[in-house]
Each structure stands twice: as C-alpha cells, then as structure tokens.
T-cell receptor, first 113, second 110 residues
Framework: EAGVTQSPTHLIKTRGQQATLRCSPI?????VYWYQQALGLGLQFLLW???????NRGNFPPRFSGRQFPNYSSELNVNALELEDSALYLC????????????FGPGTRLLVL | SQQGEEDPQALSIQEGENATMNCSYK?????LQWYRQNSGRGLVHLIL?????REKHSGRLRVTLDTSKKSSSLLITASRAADTASYFC??????????FGAGTQVVVTP
C-alpha cells in the first residue's frame, strides 16, 4: 500500500513569489495535516483538513493557506514568500479520528532566495 | 511553544549498546507518539502509547509513560548503525494536532 506522497521534493522560489505544495494521503485516510520544519524551530503545526474542510490551523499568517480536494489530497499554498519560509514542509494523513496515528510523507524542501 | 522536550539533545553510542531518551510534556494528553527522522526527511512513526498505558514494546523499542510526571522514555535496545536518526516525541491535543519536542539526535557508530 502506498504511503503519503508529496510533490515536488524540492522547490526553489524567490522572495515575493507563491509556492504550491501537494500531498496525497494514504488510501482510506480523510485527514491531512501540514507541518513546517524550519532549521532551529522544530516541527510546527500548520493546518489540518478533514472531509474537505479546514479544522484547525497553527500560529501562521494568512498567506499560508490550503485546501483539501474530494479525493482527500491536499494543497498548501504560501503567498508572498519570505526568506524565513525556507523549510521542510511535511504532510501527514490519518484515519478519520483526531486521536489516530499520523503517517508522514517524505516532505517538500522549500528554499526561498 | 513546544509541548514536548526531549533529553538529551544528542546521544552518541556504539553498535550493540542501548539508547535511552526522555520526553517531558506540559499539559494533559490523550496519547504520546514517538517518531524517527532520517537526515531531514519524512517522519517514520515508531510507536503510540495511550494515556492509560504505562509501557509498550515494539521489536527493539520500549516506551514508558508516566502521566503523573508528564514524561515518557524511549529505549532502543541493541542499537544498530541504521538507528542513527533524530527521534521526536509528540503529544496529541484534543484537536488531534501533534505537538513535537525538539528531538534527540542519536548517532550509532559501528
């Protein structure tokens, strides 16, 4: 069974541009979570989608947004990129219960120049 | 702010030795999970222990949970070079959001 997949694996953008990151959950998982892992800051929760709706978001500005599609895949959009947005962005999926184990994808490494 | 704090920050051992790392957290939890991350890639789920459990085993891994002390420990027995990675504990809040600690870097030398 395929795990969580993310694309692209690497993304290089310049300041002010927009970035779109994609995630496909494990089959049967309806919840998708996004985390940011920036150097020196650890893993920070970004967004949680379930059944197509945003259920919770972390302490990030509105230029971080996303959506979940009917097939439960998800996009994370980062507008007006800033240098400090450079990080590894990890997507995780879980079964439809908030206490279930989250399984992570390999991540997208975003570099903002 | 991070919910979990791992100790030590880094650990270097030789193959065959045991590695122990600890995690402390601040608020009440429903469960606590341990993850492994190799070289800044995705996290691999190792084990989940629920708040009503005290100890759990999975292969060479042993996890304990002491809710009265708000702490957990991960023991890797008979370590191998392939165990070299960063290990994170994460607690799940009532919203299902994972809150991670800063991690323990483990280096296992042959």
């Amino acid at each position: 069974e395929a795990g969580v997949t993310q694309s692209p694996t690497h993304l290089i953008k310049t300041r002010g541009q927009q970035a779109t990151l994609r995630c496909s959950p494990i089959s049967g998982h309806t919840s998708v979570y996004w985390y940011q892992q920036a150097l020196g800051l650890g893993l920070q929760f970004l967004l949680w989608y379930d059944e197509g709706e945003e259920r919770n978001r972390g302490n990030f500005p509105p230029r971080f947004s996303g959506r979940q599609f009917p097939n439960y895949s998800s996009e994370l959009n980062v507008n007006a990129l800033e240098l400090e947005d450079s990080a590894l962005y990890l997507c995780a999926s879980s079964l439809p219960h908030r206490q279930e184990t989250q399984y992570f994808g390999p991540g997208t490494r975003l570099l903002v120049l | 702010s991070q919910q979990g704090e791992e100790d030590p920050q880094a650990l270097s051992i030789q193959e065959g030795e045991n590695a122990t790392m600890n995690c402390s957290y601040k608020t009440s939890i429903n469960n606590l999970q341990w993850y492994r991350q190799n070289s800044g890639r995705g996290l691999v789920h190792l084990i989940l222990i629920r708040s009503n459990e005290r100890e759990k085993h999975s292969g060479r891994l042993r996890v304990t949970l002491d809710t009265s002390k708000k702490s957990s420990s991960l023991l890797i027995t008979a370590s191998r070079a392939a165990d070299t990675a960063s290990y994170f504990c994460a607690t799940t809040d009532s919203w299902g959001k994972l809150q991670f600690g800063a991690g323990t870097q483990v280096v296992v030398t042959p």
